[in-house]
């Protein structure tokens, strides 16, 4: 099974900063690695799917990059929705695994 | 709107079983394989299982094989997930979620989500 460690586990930040959101993985996953949003009391959304592409309807401040083991999610300008948790999936091996998650909290 | 609403939740005895359903709107639910997570508050969110489009292929995590069977009807546009032998870690908030594709080979990421509904296994 390959594990997802996410880093750092708490990210605080004030509104209109930048975020780099951090997901590496024990073993390869080439590209094959996706990134949700969950806000409380909310499923999870799809922000960005095989390492690089925004699903659709995801605002251009979110984008993300990496191969291999070491991924990252770029927030480039926090706005105060984004203030949630974010996880990283991989779908290169089974069973699909998914991080710990990274909490964004307002500074 | 595409939608996704899963049912069946409830509280259940350890070792019983409880039958949760996904019921797809607005989209041609028989195009798409379909996944169940869980999400729990310690152990985060867990993949359970996986089923293609027209039903003939599946996977799961080791954790639920041979207690869980995830099935489908694509005439009822409904996604099922049959759950056995319940035990306590099964606690959690289950989601059903749509595949971005049809097939378990492309298969692993999963766009619309429903709501959850929430299992606890306790006596």
């Known amino acids: 099974e390959i594990v997802l460690t996410q880093s750092p586990a708490t990210l605080s930040l004030s509104p209109g900063e930048r975020a780099t ?6 073993q390869s996953v080439s590209s094959y690695l996706a990134w949700y949003q969950q806000k409380p009391g909310q499923a999870p959304r799809l922000l960005i799917y095989d390492a690089s592409n925004r699903a659709a309807g995801i605002p251009a401040r979110f984008s ?15 706005e105060p929705e984004d203030f949630v948790v974010y996880y990283c999936q991989q779908r290169s091996n089974w069973p699909l695994t998914f991080g710990p998650g990274t909490t964004v909290d307002i500074k | 709107q595409v939608r996704l609403v899963e049912s069946g939740g409830g509280v259940v ?4 079983s409880l039958r949760l359903s996904c019921a797809a709107s607005t989209f ?18 867990e993949w359970l299982a996986v089923i293609s489009n027209d039903g003939t292929e599946k996977n799961y995590v080791d954790s639920v094989k041979g207690r869980f069977t995830i099935s489908r009807d694509n005439s009822n546009n409904t996604l099922y997930m049959q759950m056995n ?11 059903c979620a749509r595949d971005i594709g049809p097939f378990i080979s492309l298969a692993g990421c999963m766009d619309v989500w429903g709501q959850g509904t929430t299992v606890t296994v306790s006596s």
């Open chain 2, 13 to 16: 005895q350890p070792g019983r």
């Open chain 2, 85 to 95: 032998s319940l035990r306590g870690e099964d606690t959690a908030v289950y989601y």
């Open chain 1, 64 to 78: 993300g990059s990496g191969s291999g083991t070491d991924f990252t999610l770029t927030i480039s300008s926090l």
């Open chain 2, 28 to 45: 041609r639910f028989s195009d798409f394989a379909m996944h169940w997570v869980r999400q729990t508050p310690g152990n985060g969110l």
């Open chain 1, 21 to 26: 959101l951090s997901c590496r993985a024990s």
